[in-house]
């Protein structure tokens, strides 16, 4: 791929947008109003707005390595804070995949330098569900299933701040845990049961 072929293809999708709607530009540069909050993986086999059959301006995106929501990230704080608070999304989501690369760094015993401290908290999604992947024979389906341990964390995460709880209490916001199956295609919804997850401990991590 050449640098000059994104240009090429950027006025080729300017003119297919075009051909479909000749205000659709216009309609851009009037603001943005999405539903939905999508926090992903960096990777580049999994893109947001693709996987959904969604548009532009349908949908506010934050990625980065493994999908993590820790509360230091600043940038990941800043989002959801934004989306939340300013752009009333109606769902937040933390969404997976399988074959992570991320995930399985985090379950290698290696020093990979600066991605050290942001695995970490990877590693720390294992020692709490150890007991639950150190019995799954097949590494292959420990790595799966630790994959969707780390989304169900991450929204447990999301679910810890001040902004979401008072959404959640306030206007029925949802949070979601999803998976992107690279392999398939599919997007699955994990179903967590969050109230089930936090019942007995939610008390610490209420903000009113």
Known sequence: MRLKDVFENNQKWIQEKLDVDPD???KQGNGQDPELLYIGCSDSRVTAEDLMGLGPGQVFVHRNISNMVISIDLSAMSVIEYAVKHLNVRHAIVCGHYSCGGVKA???????????????????????????????????????????????????NMIKTAVVQKAIRDRGLK??????DVHTGKLVDLKIDFQG????????????
């Open 175 to 180: 949070v979601h845990g999803w998976v992107f």
């Open 106 to 156: 985090a379950m290698q015993s290696a020093d990979l330098g600066l991605l050290n401290p942001w695995l970490r908290n990877i590693r720390d999604v294992y020692r709490l569900h150890n007991k639950e992947l150190n019995s799954i024979v097949d590494e292959d389906k420990r790595y799966d299933r630790l994959v969707e341990l780390n989304v169900q964390e991450q929204c447990v």
């Open 197 to 208: 997850i936090l019942s007995n401990i939610m008390e610490i991590y209420k903000l009113d």
């Open 24 to 26: 659709f530009f216009k």
